[in-house]
């Protein structure tokens, strides 16, 4: 064989690993029933903090407490989003990917160590499946909004189901293909809003995969009080935002809510301190909310978190829950008529699954099991 025919070769072996990503802004009408709360935006970080006190408080529903009723909520929204694709193009199945507090969609695709943690690689390159990671609404380069009484979680998942109607619809503009079925996977308040897209609308979802997740709300303070919360727009990285948008306070702050000890590589603890995003004032109040209802969902799911997790199961998600095996396990009792149901530890690992060192096995868990069961 000439020397030029192998290096013909060795270019077309490696252009099968070239998968094709595409940036989108796609715009969404929806409307919601939201609550209205008697709460102004926090102006300092005293006003921060005292606000986090007062949503940690055991025996009390903070929430409820300062709640004067609900309102629709509605209008257009751009939604920033990237899709990938094997380089043989579109899957049938796309998996829709929702991040959670403290990330924009690069969680699904940070750039750290030349991408060596992206999970969308794996999912593209390994599995075959095509992506679709989004900017929750009212974060990163998706429209913000008021953070109180606007973004919210009930609004939040309207925008999921609306983009995945179009995605079903291939109506998603620089998408043409009708993909034929959609994984929801969500990382954290992502597992929770895909929760609560297949509770409002059971059909949307041919599969759930919820990351750092339990139904477990006893530990959820611990997150707020870890996260040292301030005001996002103190941080010059994120001064675009309005007050009432809260950010983790400095490293450590990330490094307790997400990292586990020995688990990760100090420059990424960095790196997410300086990606890190916001959450909304609203988003904290409605969490608890969404997350509630029992799920009548029939298709197959998947829960997948940290042994160590911090806001899911206080750092220890291997505690027995009779009659179910631990922490995360008995989550099914939520799910009555799920499919396959499997419940995962990933041993040693922290909440930011994606940014642990045992993230190959957290991605080879996801993928096989929706492999096996919602195939590409
Ligand atoms: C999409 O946008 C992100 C963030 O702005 C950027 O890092 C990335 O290179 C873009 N990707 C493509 C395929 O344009
Ligand atoms: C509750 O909302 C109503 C109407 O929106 C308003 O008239 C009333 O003053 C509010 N109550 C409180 C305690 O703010
Ligand atoms: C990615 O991670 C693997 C395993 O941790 C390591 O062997 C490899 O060198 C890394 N690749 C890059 C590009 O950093
Ligand atoms: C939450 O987890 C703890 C163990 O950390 C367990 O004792 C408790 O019963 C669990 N609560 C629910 C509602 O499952």
């Not at 699904?108 to 599995?127: E, G, I, L």
């Amino acid at each position: 064989m000439k020397l030029s025919t192998v290096g013909f070769l060795a270019g077309l072996a490696s252009l099968s690993l070239a998968r094709h990503c595409q940036n989108l802004t796609v715009p969404v009408t929806i409307s919601s029933q939201n609550n209205v709360y008697n709460l102004k935006a926090p102006k300092t970080n005293i006003d921060v903090t005292n606000f986090i006190l007062n949503l940690v408080q055991p025996g009390k529903n903070y929430g409820q407490s300062i709640q004067n009723g609900t309102k629709t909520v509605s209008g257009t929204y751009h939604i920033a989003a990237t899709l990938c694709s094997p380089d043989w193009g579109h899957s049938d199945t796309v998996q829709f990917l929702t991040h959670g507090i403290g990330f924009d969609r690069s969680y699904w695709d940070n750039s750290f160590n030349n991408h060596n943690y992206s999970y969308t690689q794996v999912a593209n390159d390994k599995y075959g499946y095509s992506t679709f990671s989004w900017d929750r609404l009212g974060i990163g380069a998706s429209q913000h909004g008021e953070p109180v009484n606007e973004i919210q979680a009930m609004l939040e998942v309207e925008a999921i189901h609306a983009l995945t109607v179009l995605l079903r619809q291939g109506k998603i503009s620089g998408c043409e293909k009708a993909f034929k079925k959609v994984v929801h996977i969500g990382h954290s308040f992502g597992s929770v809003q895909s929760y609560a897209l297949t509770v409002k609308y059971p059909t949307d979802s041919d599969g759930l995969g919820l990351t750092g997740f339990s139904q477990n709300a006893t530990y959820i303070p611990y997150f707020g009080l870890g996260g040292n919360f301030v005001q996002a727009n103190l941080n010059p990285a994120l001064k675009g935002y309005v007050d009432g948008y809260l950010a983790a306070g400095d490293a450590s702050a990330v490094q307790t809510n997400f990292f586990a000890p020995d688990q990760f590589d100090p420059k990424f603890l960095a790196y997410a301190t300086k990606t890190g995003q916001p959450v909304t004032i609203g988003e904290l109040l409605t969490i608890g909310i969404v997350s509630q209802p029992i799920n009548k969902f029939a298709g197959p799911v998947l829960i997948i978190t940290g042994e160590r997790d911090i806001p899911f199961c206080g750092g220890n998600c291997a505690i027995p829950v009779p009659p179910y095996p631990n922490v995360v396990a008995a989550a099914q009792k939520t799910l009555p008529n799920a499919k396959n149901f499997k419940a995962v530890l990933v041993p040693k690992a922290g909440h930011g699954l994606n940014y642990d060192y045992s993230h190959p096995y957290t991605y080879q868990s996801i993928n096989g099991y929706f492999a096996k069961y919602v195939p590409a």
